[in-house]
């Protein structure tokens, strides 16, 4: 266990420095700290599409032992659902929930046009 967590923490220190940032202290933070909002009105939903994408990557990262561009396809349909669920919600941002929704609604749109475009090198067969 401990040279698959050695492989995959190589791999992650081995993708852009600008990615390692993002990921570490911007993008998994602000998607986990829906948790902080369950007991909000769909709190419950917002949590589940926010975490299920994060989670199935670690089945990813454990399989493939490193990370790639498999990586963005879990995003793809929970974190887009999560977007049009925020737009539909139309947060109110005056409430601390509804401000949330909007940082995290920006935040996943934006990793979503690069986990697009990393989905579409992955089906030409750029697996990097």
Do not use: C
Not at 5 to 29: A, D, G
Not at 53 to 76: G, K
């Amino acid at each position: 266990m401990l040279d698959i967590t050695l492989t995959i923490w190589k791999s992650f220190r081995s993708i852009p420095l600008w990615v390692q940032i993002w990921v570490s202290f911007w993008l998994v933070p602000v998607n986990l700290s829906s948790l902080a909002f369950v007991a909000e009105d769909w709190g419950t939903t917002v949590a589940f599409l926010a975490i299920i994408a994060m989670a199935l990557n670690v089945i990813i990262l454990f399989v493939e032992q490193r990370f790639s561009r498999t990586m963005a396809l879990p995003h793809l349909p929970f974190w887009t659902g999560l977007v049009i669920l925020i737009v539909i919600l139309r947060p109110n941002s005056t409430t601390p929930f509804g401000i949330y929704l909007i940082v995290l609604g920006v935040t996943n749109t934006v990793s979503l046009v690069l986990d697009y475009i990393d989905a579409y090198r992955w089906l030409k067969g750029d697996r990097g």
